[in-house]
């Protein structure tokens, strides 16, 4: 008899061995929120929605974080989340063709053009599983979890 199910012990692993890794990180395929995107203004959250929507037609999981904190809030709230890359938009993004990723597994931000991203994360999740989305597109309406 064992406590904890097939399952449970694959995730129990899996959690064991990012405990190792310099910087701690699920694989891409397997993470709920592949991208995230942190809008420097209000204004850029609407930018940050119609990039999510053409994420989700390539099938990755993505979501902006439109919470009512600092951009440094939301950038530490992204690694703790272990999100594989996230993207700080504001307007040079809005205006421009490239995108500042910030790539979890390498610790650098890089330069590329948003079909570049989707390029990056396709070959991370190659042929494995893929599954929609099922936290809401804001991080401002996900669950809040709170001690006490």
Same mark, same amino acid.
């Given at each position: 008899?064992?406590?904890? @199910?097939?399952? #449970?012990?694959?995730?129990?692993?899996?959690?064991?061995?990012?405990?190792?890794?310099?910087? %701690?990180?699920?694989?891409?395929?397997?993470?709920?929120?592949? &991208?995230?995107?942190?809008?420097?203004?209000?204004?850029?959250?609407?930018?940050?929605?119609?990039?999510?929507?053409?994420? +989700?037609?390539?099938?990755?999981?993505?979501?902006?974080?439109?919470?009512?904190?600092?951009? @440094?809030?939301?950038?530490?709230?992204?690694?703790?989340?272990? &999100?594989?890359?996230? &993207?700080?938009?504001?307007?040079?993004?809005?205006?421009?063709?490239?995108?500042?990723?910030?790539?979890?597994? +390498?610790?650098?931000?890089?330069?590329?053009? !948003?079909?570049?991203?989707?390029?990056?994360? #396709?070959?991370?999740?190659?042929?494995? %599983?893929?599954?929609?989305?099922?936290?809401?597109?804001? &991080?401002?309406?996900?669950?809040? !979890?709170? @001690?006490?």
């Amino acid at each position: 008899y064992s406590p904890s @199910g097939g399952i #449970e012990r694959v995730m129990a692993a899996l959690l064991e061995q990012t405990a190792t890794m310099d910087t %701690p990180r699920l694989p891409t395929w397997l993470s709920p929120t592949q &991208v995230r995107f942190i809008p420097v203004t209000p204004e850029h959250v609407e930018y940050c929605d119609g990039l999510v929507e053409r994420l +989700t037609d390539h099938e990755i999981r993505a979501d902006v974080d439109d919470r009512d904190e600092s951009v @440094g809030k939301r950038i530490a709230r992204a690694e703790t989340d272990w &999100v594989p890359y996230y &993207v700080v938009v504001g307007d040079r993004e809005v205006e421009g063709d490239e995108l500042g990723v910030n790539v979890r597994g +390498t610790g650098e931000e890089r330069d590329m053009p !948003f079909e570049a991203l989707v390029e990056a994360v #396709e070959a991370d999740v190659g042929d494995l %599983p893929r599954r929609k989305r099922y936290l809401p597109k804001h &991080v401002g309406d996900h669950p809040n !979890f709170t @001690g006490g």
